[in-house]
Nanobody, 127 residues
């Protein structure tokens, strides 16, 4: 069974840093992209950052950030396969949300899975 497990959320003061990690496990042959989304109370889920995986990096890295996090957040691949990190610096109260890991187009033992979500991890930034 394919699972995405996030870790690293928590409570931090404004200006502080947190590092989120996500591991995709199960019978996965390849993943095209992995990324982070967030959802604040009363708001829609929004893209934070996305990166192509090592399996699709032959032509170079493909990274996208939401404008609100550019220059403060950095997404990167982990050393382990199908792992992604989100380094969040200079955090602001408006960054408070549940952060969800997402994997796109997973080739698995049971066929192609178009997308998979993690369970989410809470990030709270106090002012």
């Amino acid at each position: 069974q394919v699972q995405l497990v996030e870790s690293g959320g928590g409570l931090v003061q404004a200006g502080g840093s947190l590092r989120l990690s996500c591991v995709a496990s199960g019978s996965i042959f390849s993943v095209e992209h992995m990324g982070w989304y967030r959802q604040a109370p009363g708001k829609q889920r929004e893209l934070v950052a996305v990166i192509n995986t090592a399996a699709t990096a032959n032509n170079g890295d493909s990274i996208n950030y939401d404008n609100s996090v550019k220059g403060r957040f950095t997404i990167s691949r982990g050393n382990a396969k199908n792992t992604v990190h989100l380094q969040m610096n200079s955090l602001k109260p408006e960054d408070t949300a549940v952060y969800f890991c997402h994997a796109d187009r997973l080739a698995t033992a049971r066929g192609l899975l178009l997308g998979k979500w993690g369970q989410g991890t809470q990030v709270t930034v106090s002012s």
